[in-house]
């Protein structure tokens, strides 16, 4: 019996995930790491899996240009607003990601970013680059976290891993917000309150929560009015949950204190982008999950998603 047939959307993704898928199926790999959606298009038609990297929005169109072939889809991440699952999933396609493997690694991003906003180590970098370090008692402070009040947005598994990270440095008490409270949050002792509560108490703000209808542009002018002065604002969940120019004015009117960003809409961010000349803002280009390990396993991980559901077994991680 011939393999089935899936199309890979580029060649760099890490070997694991493809020894594993080659064992079971026939792979088409596109070459290079730039295929753009139309080259993707061109070749998907006929193929029974589609593994692939990158937001790749994967709508009716692309569902209707691949046809009838299309058994399985597996992202190779653990956000999945690129896809469009309940269509995916009406078609009788089923559907994949990667969850779980990436917690450690976004929850380390998450602290480092919180830390290095808190303790303005972007701008201590550069102001010792040009030659402007003074030894005075009252240069470059930052916040505690020690004793200070954390609020996440979105107390997921990746919300509560980053939460645990902080434990140890003292942190005198956690807020979340969400649909409803979690049992979870018992884990930690942190206490439910409205978005408007956990905005105007917290020193931290972290926003952990997936990209939805009620997540987009979540947080605008009014929110970040909201935040306290010497709030620091953290996002590792998705750019367009916050409103970019809102952010910026935030930042540049010392609405809060700072920012530390993996997500930020648009991305990549232009290298001219305004925020990317503040002092008060750390960010890193989605780097959240780019570790060799949780790479390699999200790569593994989603091609399970796929010989799982060609073989008729259920998926590791299933949408
Ligand atoms: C994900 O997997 O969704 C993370 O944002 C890393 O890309």
């Not at 019996?1 to 890979?8: I, N, R």
């Not at 909201?226 to 609405?255: P, Q, S, Y």
């Not at 232009?270 to 000349?277: A, N, R, S, V």
Request: hydrophobic share 45%.
């Amino acid at each position: 019996m011939s393999k089935p047939k899936v199309l890979v959307n580029r060649d760099d993704i890490p070997t694991a995930g493809l020894d594993l898928l080659r064992t079971k199926c026939k792979l088409t790999i596109l070459p290079g790491s730039n295929s753009t959606r139309e080259e993707i298009l061109r070749a998907i038609p006929g193929h029974d899996g589609f593994y692939f990297f990158g937001h790749v929005n994967v709508n009716t169109d692309f569902l209707d240009i691949a046809g009838p072939s299309l058994k399985v889809i597996s992202t190779i991440s653990a956000g999945f607003d690129h896809l469009d699952v309940p269509e995916i999933k009406r078609r009788g396609i089923k559907v994949g990601h990667t969850p779980i493997v990436l917690n450690a690694a976004v929850a380390e991003i998450a602290v480092m970013l919180l830390l290095n906003a808190a303790r303005r180590a972007h701008e201590s970098r550069s102001l010792l680059e040009r030659g402007k370090v003074e030894a005075k008692p009252q240069w470059l402070l930052g916040q505690d976290i020690r004793g200070s009040t954390v609020g996440i947005v979105g107390l997921g598994m990746i919300g509560l891993a980053i939460a645990n990270r902080l434990v140890p440095f003292e942190v005198g008490r956690f807020l979340y917000t969400g649909h409803a409270p979690k049992k979870s949050a018992d884990e930690i002792g942190a206490e439910f309150v409205s978005l408007d509560d956990l905005l105007e108490l917290s020193d931290f703000v972290i926003v952990a929560t997936p990209l939805t209808i009620e997540t987009h542009g979540l947080f605008d002018d009014a929110a970040f009015d909201k935040m306290k002065k010497t709030a620091v604002f953290i996002n590792i969940g998705r750019g367009a949950v916050v409103k970019t120019d809102a952010l910026l004015r935030a930042l540049k009117e010392k609405k809060i204190f700072a920012a530390g960003l993996d997500v930020v809409d648009p991305e990549p961010l232009p290298k001219d982008h305004e925020l990317l000349t503040l002092p008060n803002l750390e960010i890193v280009p989605h780097i959240g999950s780019a570790t060799i390990k949780t790479r390699r396993d999200m790569a593994i991980v989603a091609a399970q998603n796929i010989t799982n559901a060609l073989e008729g077994k259920p998926l590791v991680y299933p949408l």
